[in-house]
């Protein structure tokens, strides 16, 4: 079972395009929701997020993650 704390990092980050401005927005520091993605996408086997140096962008894999547990 996914714990929320990654999936609520996740859909800061795909709702705001930026690692940095979701974790402000957490409340956490920018290299800790890097290293909470990170984790997430080692356990569920997947890359989530394409990262690039302007941009972030969910993977489709991201975006049926974010679909399933976007209600919660």
């Keep these: 079972m996914?714990?929320?704390?990654?999936?609520?990092?996740?859909?800061?980050?795909s709702d705001l395009k930026s690692f940095s401005?979701?974790?402000?927005?957490?409340?956490i520091?920018?290299?800790s929701a890097t290293r909470i993605i990170a984790q997430l996408e080692r356990d569920?086997?997947?890359?989530l997020l394409v990262r690039t140096t302007r941009q972030?962008?969910?993977?489709s894999a991201g975006a049926?993650?974010?679909?399933?547990?976007?209600?919660?």
Excluded: F
């Design 2 to 13: 996914i714990e929320l704390k990654p999936i609520r990092v996740l859909r800061a980050v």
């Design 21 to 27: 401005l979701a974790a402000r927005e957490l409340g």
């Design 29 to 31: 520091a920018p290299a």
């Design 44 to 47: 569920l086997g997947t890359q």
């Design 56 to 59: 972030v962008s969910l993977t």
């Design 64 to 72: 049926t993650v974010l679909a399933q547990y976007r209600p919660l």
